[in-house]
């Protein structure tokens, strides 16, 4: 899926493929290297995406980080736990019936979990889509079936990559801090605010979460001065552990 596409919020959605923009590819491709030294320093294989608020472009990320650690050989995992507003299966264009995960952590089938599993063939990443979406999105990510589900597949893949709703609209994701190594804050530029992304920040240190860095997303170069023309181009910063204390 190199192709860009339109969401239902009309923002166009970007893709690591063949006729993406140069400096989008590079910018990803940072941020698969930082990862990668991260990983090799220690245990960060699975990685949790959020946000502060809805409209900044997780899932996005999300899925052109799973596509971009492909590509350099990693067998990657890409996980829906957005089960509020999946939207991982649209952009891949997976049949909204197919089993998820809500429909894996329900079922007494052994074997919920390989059937439920989808191989994108363009970017050769695993989907596992949100499923049917449950009454109790928090509660059923609680559950000691969901953590069963991660650690099988922490054994098959050498990412797992979670996508989950907005830190500070929802607790979905602070349930998620303790299954995930680190966490990715996305930001963007005119939706983010900076209340928002403190609060984000403040939500995710109350779960001892493992705060990796942040992901500017939609950082439009040519806007801000800068001759480099780094439109569209994601930015990556570490989480600086001496300033925990202060604000973001």
């Known amino acids: 899926m190199s192709k860009a596409s339109k969401n239902t919020s009309h923002r166009k959605l970007y893709t690591v493929g063949g006729d993406a923009p140069f400096q989008f590819v590079e910018a990803y ?11 090799s320093a220690g245990n960060c294989k699975t990685i949790l995406i959020t946000s502060s608020v809805p409209e900044e472009g997780k899932s996005n990320v999300a899925l052109n980080l799973a596509m971009t650690l492909t590509a350099s050989g990693n067998r990657v995992v890409l996980v829906d736990c957005d089960l509020r507003k999946a939207t991982i299966s649209r952009y891949l264009r997976i049949p909204r019936n197919h089993a998820g995960l ?25 989907v596992l889509t949100a499923g049917t979406i449950p ?17 099988s597949l922490q054994k098959a893949f050498d990412y797992v990559i979670i996508d989950t709703p907005p830190v500070s609209v929802v607790t979905d994701a602070a349930v998620l801090c303790g299954i995930a190594d680190g966490v990715l804050l996305v930001v ?31 950082y439009n170069g040519t806007q801000s001065g800068r001759r480099d023309g780094y439109s569209y181009a994601y930015s990556y910063s570490y989480y600086d552990e001496d300033k925990k204390g202060n604000d973001a």
């Not at 491709?29 to 990983?39: G, I, P, W």
């Not at 928090?138 to 991660?150: A, Q, R, V, W």
């Open 29 to 39: 491709k940072s941020l698969r290297t930082n990862l990668e030294f991260l990983s």
């Open 102 to 126: 809500t429909n894996v952590i329900t079922s007494k089938d052994e074997g919920a979990l390989a059937a439920a599993l989808v191989r994108v063939k363009d970017s050769g990443i695993t």
């Open 135 to 151: 009454p109790n999105p928090t509660e059923l990510l609680s559950t000691p079936m969901t953590e069963k589900i991660f650690a």
């Open 188 to 218: 963007r530029p005119g939706v983010t605010t900076i209340q928002s992304a403190q609060l984000s920040k403040k939500n995710l240190e109350a779960v001892n979460a493992h705060i990796l860095g942040v992901v500017m997303n939609g």
